[in-house]
């Protein structure tokens, strides 16, 4: 769940950003409780828009001593152009965990001024964690920052021991050297944080367009606060389930890749294609090829004798997972596959792509301090075998040992159970085929909400509904997603919503 359309749950692509230093709790500064008022400058070269300004938000290290040591939360604005137009505030939410709200502002803001007509001044933030507020550091190596290590991706033949090591050396290397700072990484600070937000602003309410995990952000928020909420979207959300939250969401990456996977397939098998891109003649040769791939992958060592990074099976199988999460992404995935089919026996040289240890540290503190994971190995063990019977293309990752089964504490609050309790000011966008938080996760939050949400559903695949559709490459699902945007921007123009839930196609949009 992210800021760009690769992102994932726990592989953010934040925007590279200086990081604050981070000071010791006994050295922070301390602040009054009451939200203070905002410095507004030009926001620094690079880090956002032209027309965009930065502030600095100090906010309790621990909300439950408000007086307490202060760490920052780095927070932007882009002013309506229309001031006669301008009807209140839009909350832009990040992904992740461990989105740059901020970058994500910058790269969208002036669209989603325009597509509003100057209706809001927009905002957003960095959570705790990420970009310019403060940030921990978990110290990790180089191994355990790409996507097919930080994951817990299994072994040859579903063997978890790998995975065990280094999720225990994460959590402890975490808790280490994150301290108290990583330890108030989670969503109900996020959600405390906007709203302390909110009364920085001089706002009564917010309205607010929430992405991937920012919908469980924005949820939260809604039910903790709904008389501070206006219009309330809701974009690629997950199961909210408090038992499970993150956990759960993982999990459910296994099915939501069988989704995806023959929107791939059928791309890749197009005659059209150029031949470094065209997998196979038929799109039902596409998945067995990968497979086939794969699997012969997982004998490649994950470096060569001379040192250097070679193609191995969960290498694969990480790019493919994140690949589905755009159409634009096809292209790189499927030339990685006519590589190593092309290749035979030889091995293939592979550049992994890597976080920083900083953004580690934001996407493990916050699934970690969101809800108690189980503790039991073989339970793993089982689970992954599986789960990887079931779902071959991810292998069993999706529910395999994570850093927080070694997690020393439990969350520090309670997980919030969304209900029906509160204004009917919610709507949800969701493609049909998301590979990250799949449909039927997304009708589970639906159901959570009772009558205060709506719920369009896209014909299409991918993650991240609204103004997404130059993820799109199919004419038909560009239209299908025309038919979301237009529900979406009418909800923030006018607030009315569909009257029922409804399905977008290529033709328009049709009640369900």
Request: charged share 25%; net charge positive; aromatic share 6%.
């Amino acid at each position: 769940m992210a800021l760009t359309k690769r992102s994932a749950l726990l592989l953010t692509l934040s925007s590279a950003a200086v990081a604050a230093t981070l000071a010791a709790p006994a050295q922070a500064a301390q602040g009054p409780a009451t939200a203070p008022s905002l410095t507004w400058k030009p926001c620094s070269a690079g880090s956002a828009g032209s027309a965009t300004e930065c502030a600095t938000l100090p906010v309790p290290l621990d909300y439950r001593k408000p007086t307490g040591p202060q760490i920052n939360v780095a927070v932007s604005r882009l002013r309506s152009d229309r001031p006669t137009a301008r009807r209140g505030t839009l909350l832009v939410i990040p992904g992740g965990p461990g989105g740059s709200g901020n970058a994500k502002l910058a790269a969208v803001g002036e669209e989603l001024r325009k597509e509003t007509r100057g209706a809001y001044d927009i905002v957003s933030l960095d959570p705790r964690g990420v970009g310019d507020s403060t940030r921990a550091d978990c110290k990790l190596g180089e191994d355990d920052l790409e996507s097919a290590g930080l994951r817990p991706w299994p072994g040859p033949d579903g063997d978890i021991s790998a995975s065990v090591t280094r999720s225990r050396r994460i959590a402890e290397s975490c808790v280490r050297n994150g301290g108290e700072v990583i330890r108030s990484f989670s969503t109900a600070n996020e959600v405390r944080d906007i709203d302390r937000f909110r009364q920085a602003l001089g706002e009564d309410k917010l309205s607010a367009w929430g992405t991937s995990y920012g919908t469980y952000v924005g949820a939260v928020y809604a039910q903790k606060y709904p008389k501070h909420t206006d219009r309330w979207v809701l974009d690629s959300s997950g199961d909210p389930d408090p038992s499970r939250a993150e956990r759960g969401w993982l999990a459910n990456m296994s099915g939501a890749a069988d989704d995806r996977f023959p929107d791939f397939a059928k791309w890749a098998a197009d005659p059209g294609l150029a031949k470094e891109h065209r997998v196979a003649e038929r799109a039902g040769d596409v998945r067995p090829l990968f497979l086939s791939l794969a699997e012969k992958l997982d004998r490649v060592p994950a470096r060569s004798a001379d040192g250097k990074p070679q193609l191995t099976g969960n290498r694969l199988r990480a790019e493919m997972q994140q690949s589905l999460y755009s159409d634009r992404s096809f292209d790189r995935l499927a030339a990685l596959i006519v590589k190593a089919r092309d290749a035979g026996d030889k091995p293939v040289p592979y550049e992994p792509g890597l976080i920083s240890s900083a953004d580690a540290a934001v996407s493990v503190g916050v699934i970690c301090n969101d809800v108690r994971w189980p503790g039991s190995i073989p339970d793993y063990a089982r689970a992954v075998k599986a789960d990887r019977a079931r779902h071959p293309l991810t292998n069993g990752m999706p529910v395999g040992v994570m850093p927080c089964a070694f997690w020393p504490d439990g969350p520090a609050d309670k997980p919030t159970r969304i209900t029906s309790d509160g204004p009917s000011n919610v709507l949800m966008v969701q493609y049909l085929r998301d590979p990250a938080t799949p449909h039927r996760g997304a009708l589970k939050m639906r159901e959570a909400f009772g009558d205060r949400a709506r719920m369009v559903s896209v014909d299409a695949g991918g993650h991240g509904v609204y103004l997404g559709s130059g993820d799109l490459v199919d004419s038909g699902d560009k239209r299908a997603n025309a038919c979301a945007d237009r529900a979406v921007t009418t909800f923030l123009t006018t607030g009315r919503r569909p009257a029922s839930d409804g399905l977008c196609t290529a033709a328009g949009m049709k009640a369900k």
